[in-house]
C-alpha cells in the first residue's frame, strides 16, 4: 500500500490523501471488506473504522504500519488527524466519495480552515497496467467465466426462458465458489437487438439467437465475455451478421498490441462494421478495462486518447444490432503484450 500511495504523491502535489470507497481501498490495500476509510498524511497512512469492524482491520493490517483510529462519524476522525499533523488540504476522488460524505466532510474541513479537493480517477493510471497477481487473478477469473459458458451453451434448447439460463449462470458461478461480476444478460430472438437487455421469461424458440454476456469475481477480479449462439437451422442473415462480427473482432486481435492508440481498437472493428453496411448499427464502443471493476479505464472509443500498455486487461466486443430483429455481439478479455494480445476468455465461439 505505501508503494502506490507513494506514487500518488509523486504525481499530485498534496498533503494528504482520503479515500472511502471499497474498490480504491481494496486496490490499496487487499482488503476485501468495506466499512472503514483510509487517509494517507504525509509519510502516514491511517484507518478509521468504528468497533463493529475493529477486529477485523485490526488483525487484516497487524503486520503494517499502520495507525488505527476508532469512532464515528469517520469525518470528526479525519479533521481531528488532519489537524493534528498540521495539514491544509486533503484530496479525494469524487468517483468513489459518495455525496452526502463528500458534504458533511467538506463542511467539517471548512470550518477548521483546512480544504478538500475532488478529483476523478486518482488512482486510475496506476490501476491501468496489472501486476502479476492481478493477472493471474484475471486469467482464473476468465477460465470460469469460459467454463461457466459453456456449461450453460450445451444446455441451451427450445422451450426454456432467459431467466432459466440466466440463473443457471450464477447457481454455476456458485459451485466454483465465486459470484457474478454482473448480473448475466441472457437474450433471446428479437431480444438480442437491446445491449443490455435484462433477462425475462421470454422462452427461446426453435432456431432462436441466444446472446449470452456474464462474467464472475475470482479473488477481486472480473471477467467479462459473450458469446452469441444459434438453436437449429442458421438462416443465411443470421450467419452473414455473426460473420461481420468476428471478422471485425478477429481484425482488431491480429493486430493489438502495446504501443498502439487506444483509439485503435474501436476505428478497426467500426472501418469493417461500416464497409459492410452498418455503420448505425454498431452503438457502442469497442470494449473498455476490466479489473477490479467489470468497467474501468480506459474506454475504447474511436476519440479515446493514450496508447495500450503492456500488462493491461481490455475487453474486445464489437457488435451490430438489428432493432425489432435480432443483435450479434462477440466479446473476450485479453492480455495486452509487448507483441500482440493473449485471449483470456476461451469458451466456444458457436
Known amino acids: ?19 472511502t470507497g471499497r474498490i480504491e481501498i481494496f486496490y490499496l490495500s487487499g482488503a476485501d471488506f468495506d466499512g472503514f476509510w483510509i487517509l494517507a498524511v504525509k509519510d502516514k497512512i491511517y484507518a478509521i473504522c468504528s468497533k463493529m469492524i475493529e477486529n477485523q482491520v485490526k488483525e487484516f493490517f497487524a503486520k503494517q504500519n499502520l495507525h ?13 488527524i488532519l489537524k493534528e499533523n498540521e495539514v491544509t488540504g486533503v484530496l479525494a476522488d469524487s468517483k468513489y466519495m459518495n455525496a452526502a460524505d463528500y458534504i458533511t466532510l467538506n463542511a467539517k474541513l471548512s470550518a477548521a480552515k483546512i480544504k478538500i479537493e475532488a478529483k476523478t480517477g486518482l488512482l486510475d493510471k496506476l490501476r491501468f497496467v496489472k501486476s502479476a497477481d492481478e493477472i493471474e487473478n484475471i486469467k482464473e477469473s476468465c477460465k470460469i467465466a469460459s467454463e461457466v459458458c459453456e456449461a450453460v451453451k450445451s444446455e441451451l434448447r427450445p422451450g426454456i426462458a432467459e431467466l432459466d439460463v440466466h440463473y443457471r449462470i450464477i447457481e454455476l458461478f456458485a459451485k466454483y465458489k465465486v ?7 441472457v437474450a433471446a430472438g428479437k431480444n438480442s437487438a437491446n445491449p443490455h437487455h435484462a433477462s ?21 477480479y472480473c471477467s467479462d465475455l459473450t458469446r452469441t449462439y444459434f438453436l437449429g437451422k442458421i438462416n443465411s ?38 464497409a459492410a453496411g452498418y455503420k448505425d448499427n454498431f452503438i457502442h464502443t469497442a470494449g473498455h478495462g476490466v479489473g477490479i471493476e467489470i468497467h474501468e479505464m480506459p474506454s475504447l472509443s474511436s476519440n479515446a486518447e493514450g496508447i495500450f500498455l503492456r500488462n493491461s486487461t481490455v475487453t474486445i466486443e464489437p457488435g451490430i444490432y438489428l ?9 473476450d478479455t485479453i492480455l495486452i503484450t509487448k507483441d500482440g494480445c493473449e485471449i483470456l476468455t476461451t469458451a466456444i465461439y458457436k
Open 68 to 80: 488505527i483510529y476508532i469512532g464515528v462519524p469517520f469525518s470528526d476522525k479525519v479533521v481531528e
Open 179 to 185: 459470484k457474478e461480476s454482473f448480473a448475466p444478460i
Open 200 to 220: 425475462s421469461n421470454y422462452k427461446i424458440a426453435e432456431n432462436d439467437i441466444v446472446m449470452i454476456d456474464l462474467g464472475c469475481v475470482y479473488k477481486g
Open 237 to 274: 442473415e443470421f450467419r452473414e451478421i455473426w460473420g461481420i462480427v468476428k471478422e471485425a473482432q478477429n481484425a482488431v486481435l491480429k493486430e493489438i498490441k502495446a504501443g498502439l492508440p487506444l483509439s485503435f481498437a474501436d476505428k478497426t472493428a467500426r472501418a469493417i462494421i461500416d
Open 1 to 19: 500500500m505505501k508503494d502506490k500511495i507513494k506514487k500518488m504523491y509523486d504525481k499530485y502535489k498534496t498533503e494528504a490523501f482520503i479515500f
Open 323 to 331: 432493432n425489432g430483429e435480432f443483435g450479434v455481439r462477440i466479446e
